[in-house]
């Protein structure tokens, strides 16, 4: 049966109210984070804001991807404490359990079982080639595990056992939302399906973004030890921003900014107004000097300004520990609702029938 024909089919079915036929005509979407340390402004602007706006009119899944965070071996006792600290930093940025279901990846027993069948699409001369692979590899030559090398489909298995439409991520995950695509494909293929959707990376402004570090290249990132982080006190964003790369200014009329500066103008302009963008575009492009300073100090006071509600209210929910089991059993159970319902067509698809 076709998705659409199914759709219906399910629209017409029982005594459902209004609200719920609606939701069988709402699109999916899923994303999540690894709980490896705090949500720094690279975790905000490249996928939360996108979350915030997504929950307003879809049905939605965010989760904390506590299993993908094996592969470098946490601390036990941290990693608690790392999930803790993302659900608080979820729920102070505004994801609303009422509107989305929130969830913690190890609470859905479903995903590995389903990680376990889709292994079987992926091969080891695709999975080797994996950016992230290839560069954690090259890291941490000493810990190259089987996940490592699997994280991939254990991130199709996060978004193909809710079947998701869209996926809100920044720019780093792409591969990994192609790879998703392949193996949802292989499957469908395989057993002559047409199951798994085609999820698709969420792109607002029509691009993914990528939001940098303030050590002059590559991106923010919590690794990178270039972050600055919502839970960042006003002081320490200040410091932050002010030790930024920069140099003695443009050398000449209209010429191209080098990578570090235009990192603070992608920074100015996912934080700032349109108009503080456009001064100080004009003054690079009038090649004047001796206005960092200015830029630097405009930049922190904006981030503080877009930080500083969501910091107030990151200690307030994370004292509350009755609201956050509230928030994580529910979330789990309506997950596994979903994700029950997966593996039951996955597993028949496949051949798997009770005896
Ligand atoms: P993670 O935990 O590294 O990052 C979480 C989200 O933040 C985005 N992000 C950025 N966006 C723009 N600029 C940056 N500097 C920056 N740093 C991080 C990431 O793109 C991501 O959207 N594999 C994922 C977690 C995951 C997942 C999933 C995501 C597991 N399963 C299923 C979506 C769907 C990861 O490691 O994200």
């Not at 307030?316 to 609702?337: F, M, P, S």
Request: hydrophobic share 35%; proline share 5%; net charge neutral.
């Amino acid at each position: 049966m076709s998705t659409n024909v199914s759709k219906i089919v399910e629209f017409q079915q029982e005594n459902r109210t209004f609200a719920e036929k609606l939701i069988i005509f709402m699109k999916t979407v899923l994303s999540g984070i690894r709980p490896t340390g705090n949500l720094h402004l690279g975790n905000y602007y490249g996928a939360m804001v996108n979350f915030l706006k997504m929950q307003e009119e879809n049905k939605c899944y965010f989760f904390i991807a506590d299993w993908h965070s094996l592969t470098t071996h946490p601390d036990p006792k941290m990693l608690h404490v790392n999930v803790k600290n993302i659900l608080s930093e979820y729920l102070a940025c505004g994801l609303d359990p009422e509107k989305a279901t929130i969830y913690i990846q190890s609470d859905i027993p479903e995903i590995a079982e389903l990680y376990l069948l889709l292994n079987m699409q992926a091969y080891l001369g695709e999975l080797e080639k994996t950016v992230s692979f290839k560069d954690k590899a090259r890291q941490n030559p000493d810990n190259v595990n089987a996940g490592l090398l699997t994280y991939p489909v254990l991130m199709a298995t996060d978004i193909l056992v809710h079947n998701a439409d869209y996926v809100p991520v920044g720019k780093d995950q792409e591969q990994h939302l192609e790879m998703t695509r392949n193996y949802a494909a292989r499957f469908n293929h395989r057993y002559g399906v047409n199951y798994f959707k085609q999820p698709t990376a969420f792109v607002s402004d029509q691009k993914l973004v990528k939001i940098p570090g303030l050590d002059g290249s590559g991106k923010m990132g919590k690794s990178e030890g270039n972050a600055i982080y919502l839970i960042d006190e006003p002081k320490t964003i200040e410091k932050k921003v002010k030790s930024a790369l920069t140099d003695n200014g443009p050398e000449g009329q209209n010429t191209p900014k080098p990578e570090y500066i235009e990192n603070l103008f992608t920074l100015l302009h996912v934080v700032s107004t349109p108009e503080v963008v456009a001064y100080y575009d004009n003054l690079w492009n009038t090649g004047e000097t001796k206005w960092y300073g200015n830029l630097k100090k405009q930049l922190a006071e904006d981030i503080i300004k877009a930080t500083t509600p969501i910091r107030e209210r990151i200690n307030d929910i994370k004292n509350n520990d009755a609201y956050l089991h509230k928030v994580t059993t529910e979330g789990a159970e309506k997950a596994r609702e979903s994700a029950r319902k997966t593996l039951r067509e996955v597993r028949e698809i496949m051949g798997f029938k009770a005896f």
